[in-house]
């Protein structure tokens, strides 16, 4: 039931864009982003709710799409301060109002900027 | 800086150590939780709180025993630990209603020899 995100790892020159693909075998009511970057505190990206909703975080965005059951995070542009791993976290009971913070996450996905 | 505070941020203990871990949040969250997580892996859920009341125990050992004070109060007890529970553990709160995101302190580094 983790969440499957894809790639695993990705290296990026400054302003080049990424992409990072999270999807669930279970039906999905809500995803979450978080960047941890070494040493320190995941910090919440956004959430994206049952909807197919988007959302824009400065030059990071997101979709996600039910039908497919998946979740992607866009990042345009980036910049050094990105770097970091990058997980998606959905509701272990996969119901819409479920059980608050009972997230699993996906192995997640390494992002890498350089200069 | 992150509005969860844990103390301490390393700790070093034997297998026959009683030691605990305490965090602190004054954001008014309601709900509290503990994770652990490995070197190069994703957190994963120990302990919820919510409203000051042990809501989730994802089948933790005993070795591990959580305790709530208060709302902004959270501590994890820590008793007869193995090496392979050597890991950060992170304590995180929320509003406490659904979707409510995680905010995280910046972990705990327990090392047990």
């Known amino acids: 039931q983790q969440p499957v995100q894809s790639p695993q790892a990705v290296i990026l020159r400054e302003g080049e864009d990424a992409v990072i693909n999270c999807s669930s075998s279970?039906?999905?009511?809500?995803v979450h982003w978080y960047r941890q970057k070494h040493g320190e505190a995941p910090v919440f990206l956004m959430i994206?709710?049952?909807?197919?909703e988007q959302k824009g975080h400065d030059k990071i965005s997101a979709s996600f799409n039910e039908k497919k059951q998946q979740s992607s995070l866009y990042l345009t542009a980036s910049q050094l301060s990105y770097s970091g791993t990058y997980f998606c976290?959905?509701?272990?009971?996969?119901?819409?109002?479920?059980?608050?913070?009972?997230?699993?996450f996906g192995k997640g996905t390494k992002l890498s900027v350089k200069p | 800086d992150t509005e969860v505070t844990q103390t301490p941020k390393h700790l070093v203990m034997g297998m026959t150590n009683k030691k605990s871990l305490k965090c602190e949040q004054h954001?008014?969250?309601?709900?509290m939780y503990w994770y652990k997580q490995k070197a190069k892996k994703p957190p994963e859920l120990m302990f919820v709180?919510?409203?000051?009341?042990?809501?989730i125990n994802e089948s933790v050992p005993s070795r591990f025993s959580p305790e709530c004070p208060n709302s902004s109060l959270l501590n994890l007890h820590l008793h007869a630990l193995q090496p392979e529970d050597s890991a950060l553990y992170l304590c995180?709160?929320?509003?406490?209603?659904?979707?409510?995101?995680?905010?995280f302190g910046n972990g705990t580094r327990l090392t047990v020899t």
């Open positions: 995180a709160s929320s509003q406490g209603v659904w979707n409510s995101p995680l905010h």
């Open positions: 279970k039906a999905l009511y809500s």
């Open positions: 994206l709710l049952k909807g197919g």
């Open positions: 976290g959905t509701d272990r009971t996969g119901e819409y109002g479920g059980s608050q913070g009972n997230l699993i």
């Open positions: 954001m008014g969250h309601r709900a």
């Open positions: 709180y919510s409203y000051e009341k042990l809501s």
